[in-house]
């Protein structure tokens, strides 16, 4: 069974800082994605950065940045320039034949 | 982009009371839509995957009879609480995906349901 790790309950980044969430999962496949979801206190779950486990390069989306080790199943999330906006419940994701598993998320507090 | 709608956003019931709860995509079609479970400050629990025209899949643990779905089209599911109990409170989500995984799953806005 696929199971993803979050070992940073809680975190807490100065704005305009760097801050990197870590990830790991586990999976005997060799074909899966990989997710970043954000959950604002709206609760509404945003898509922030995939990565396609058959692609070597680290996807990037604008401020946000992967670190995507597939040897090492671990899959990173650095956000740069941290901004108020980015304060949120982060979830790491794993996908396999369509079917999603959560880790237990990060709460990230971007501090003025 | 994908866009899913989820109504409705709150629901009060009484206990033994029914309560639906509608997922719609509503620029694509969906033949895969999924219903998460939400308690607060904890990570999402897949409940079930439903199948246009097909049987829902449940995960284990989740009992059938109490958590209605039915996808009786292609951009409509529907998650039905039965006899519902304050212990079934809770935040449900749903999502859809219009590929298979590739582009992401699109997440409804939730229903935060509460059971008096």
């Known amino acids: 069974a696929q199971t993803v790790t979050q070992s940073q309950p809680e975190m807490s980044v100065q704005e305009a800082e760097t801050v990197t969430l870590s990830c790991t999962y586990d999976t005997s496949e060799s074909n899966y994605y990989l997710f970043w979801y954000k959950q604002p206190p709206s609760r509404q779950m945003i898509l922030v950065i995939r990565?396609?486990?058959?692609?070597?390069q680290n996807a990037t989306e604008n401020r946000f940045s992967v670190n995507f080790q597939k040897a090492a199943k671990s899959f990173s999330l650095k956000i740069s320039d941290s901004q108020l906006g980015d304060t949120a419940m982060y979830f790491c994701?794993?996908?396999?034949?369509?079917?999603?598993?959560f880790g237990p998320g990060t709460s990230l507090s971007v501090i003025p | 982009g994908a866009v899913v709608s989820q109504h409705p956003s709150r629901v009060i019931c009484k206990s033994g009371t029914s309560v639906k709860i509608e997922c719609r995509s509503l620029?694509?079609?969906?033949?895969?839509m999924f219903w998460y479970r939400q308690f607060p400050k904890k990570s999402l629990m897949l409940m079930a995957t439903?199948?246009?025209?097909?049987?829902?899949?449940?995960e284990q643990g989740v009992e059938k009879d109490k958590f209605l779905i039915n996808h009786a089209s292609l951009t409509l599911s529907t998650l039905t609480v039965t006899s519902a109990h304050p212990e079934d409170s809770s935040f449900y989500i749903c999502?859809?995906?219009?590929?298979?995984?590739?582009?992401?799953?699109?997440f409804g806005s939730g229903t935060r349901l509460t059971v008096v």
């Open positions: 439903s199948n246009e025209g097909s049987k829902a899949t449940y």
């Open positions: 990565q396609e486990a058959y692609k070597q």
């Open positions: 620029d694509f079609q969906a033949t895969t």
């Open positions: 999502s859809a995906i219009r590929t298979g995984g590739a582009d992401g799953y699109t």
């Open positions: 994701a794993f996908s396999l034949y369509d079917k999603v598993i």
